[in-house]
């Protein structure tokens, strides 16, 4: 019998059949172990493939990844308890650990207090009042971006996207004054420092030590960046004028103590945002416009929505609310193409359903694996934005539909990137139509995010 059917309830909703018990039972065991490497092999050979397998071997599944075991965890209710209702007696664990090696006291790989510390810090820079001059600077990108395409022209849409969402992030992140060579150079070694941070999470220690050309780039972009954001602080602190920015916005805090941040926290923050608010942005817009390209009649309702809307003119952050079926896609895209794999650490024994695991464990999670189970998602294979409509959104259960995570370390950057998601679709859209380049497979790599190998689409004039 397939374990999933045993919470099987096809009659109660449409979605989401019962969801109201984890499953009792011993732990269950992933299958396909190899000598030495444990799970490692399969994991990273077909990472998507692998981390939807876990269901059909219980709510809580060890693995081992190298000499270490690790609990995944399959159950909605088991991963809400270990992000939010218990989320007191959990750490972010080895993948962040290893990331703090790069990101320092950075609020995206920080625990407990000084993670709390961190985002009290950066919640300001987030705040609903900031988010109008946002909006102007991604649509600025938006625009700068398209504007050089012509009818016919194949465009790489990954790269495009990229290059925007680095663009918002750089506009939004750094001062306006910073010098022009200053900004070539972030937006050069950002996409070298993210890709080889995540290979060196991955990869054991003594590899960043072999002496190849792609540690070789890692190491300089690593310079580059921290010189870069250096200067920028030092920029500031000489003027120390606030310009509107969030470098300033960080430089200019006080806490009740009147301490300001050090430059080496500020330092940390920044490299954070750009290395956790970049390419998961860039990739979730080129899987919507690589959805849409597929997807004709959902295609003719966004660009329907987007005139209607906006009637020729450009999107404003007003007009978003109005963008509904627009925005419906996008959580579609998310659930279809979010965060693979995240780790959590128990810091004591902890009960997790009815298996109790011991104290430094290590647990796993993934996102994809649970925006892809059909006890939570019906035909979760269909790309289908109607799902998000409210009746039909309310009976996804709690802890089933996590792109940005939940509970306290929860994206910071959640309502930044949905906007600047939604101002980028109704940007292209309202003058491009990105069709896909025949016989041109696109296939997921399953980096931090999941990304397109590539994803060249022809840019037809609407
Ligand atoms: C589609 C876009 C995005 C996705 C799917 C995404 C996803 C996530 C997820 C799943 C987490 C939680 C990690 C955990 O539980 O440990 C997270 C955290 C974070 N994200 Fe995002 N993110 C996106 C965009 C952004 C943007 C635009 C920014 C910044 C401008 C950003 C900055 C951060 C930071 C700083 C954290 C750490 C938060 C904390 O630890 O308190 N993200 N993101």
């Given amino acids: 019998m397939d374990p999933r059917s045993r919470t099987l309830n096809p009659g109660r909703t449409r979605n989401a059949p019962s969801h109201d018990e984890a499953t009792t039972g011993p732990v269950g065991r992933a299958p396909g172990a190899w000598p030495v490497l444990g799970h490692t092999a399969p994991l990273l050979r077909r990472p998507l493939h692998f981390v939807t397998s876990l269901a059909g071997h219980g709510d809580v599944v060890r693995l081992q990844l190298g000499a270490l075991p690790f609990y995944a965890l399959t159950h909605p209710k088991l991963v809400q308890h270990v992000l939010v209702d218990g989320a007191r007696d959990f750490t972010r664990g080895r993948l962040f650990e290893k990331a703090s090696l790069f990101l320092g006291e950075g609020l995206a790989a920080s625990s407990g207090k000084v993670h709390r510390r961190a985002r009290r810090a950066l919640q300001p820079a987030f705040h609903h009042q900031h988010l109008p001059a946002y909006t102007d600077l991604m649509l600025q990108a938006a625009e700068s971006v398209v504007t050089p395409w012509r ?41 070298v420092l993210t890709r080889g941070m995540m290979v060196r999470i991955l990869l054991p220690e003594w590899w960043a030590r072999v002496p190849v050309a792609s540690n070789r780039r890692f190491d300089r972009a690593r310079r580059t960046m921290d010189r870069v954001i250096g200067e920028a602080i030092a920029a500031h602190r000489r003027s120390g004028r606030d310009r509107g920015d969030m470098l300033s916005l960080l430089l200019m805090q006080r806490d009740a103590e ?47 929505e987007v005139d209607t809307v906006l009637g020729g003119r450009p999107p404003r952050l007003e007009d978003l609310p109005a963008l509904a079926f627009t925005s419906r896609v996008i959580m579609e895209t998310l ?101 896909p380049v025949p016989g041109k497979r696109i296939r997921r790599v399953a980096r931090g995010n999941i990304h397109p190998d590539r994803l060249p689409m022809v840019a037809e004039a609407r």
């Fill in 151 to 191: 009818p016919g022209r194949v465009i790489a849409v990954d790269r495009a996207m990229n290059d925007l969402s680095l663009g918002v992030l750089a506009n939004t992140l750094l001062p306006t004054g910073l010098d022009t060579h200053a900004r070539t150079e972030f937006h050069q070694a950002l996409p």
């Fill in 258 to 304: 009147g301490r300001g941040l050090t430059d080496q926290q500020v330092h940390d923050h920044v490299t954070s945002l750009a290395v956790a608010g970049v390419e998961t942005t860039a990739a979730t817009l080129a899987w919507f416009f690589h959805e849409l390209g597929r997807h004709r009649e959902i295609e003719e309702r966004v660009h329907a």
């Fill in 335 to 435: 659930r279809r193409y979010p965060p693979w794999m995240i780790t959590r650490r128990a810091t004591a024994p902890a009960r997790l359903g009815t298996v109790t695991v011991p104290g430094g464990a290590e647990i796993l999670y993934s996102p994809y694996a649970l925006h892809h189970d059909p006890r939570w998602f019906r035909d979760p294979q269909r790309f289908d934005p109607d799902r998000w409509l409210p009746d039909r959104a309310r009976e996804v259960p709690k802890g089933a539909f996590i792109p940005f995570g939940s509970g306290g370390y929860k994206c910071i950057g959640d309502t930044f990137a949905l906007a600047e998601m939604a101002v980028v679709a109704a940007t292209v859209c309202r003058r491009w139509r990105l069709r």
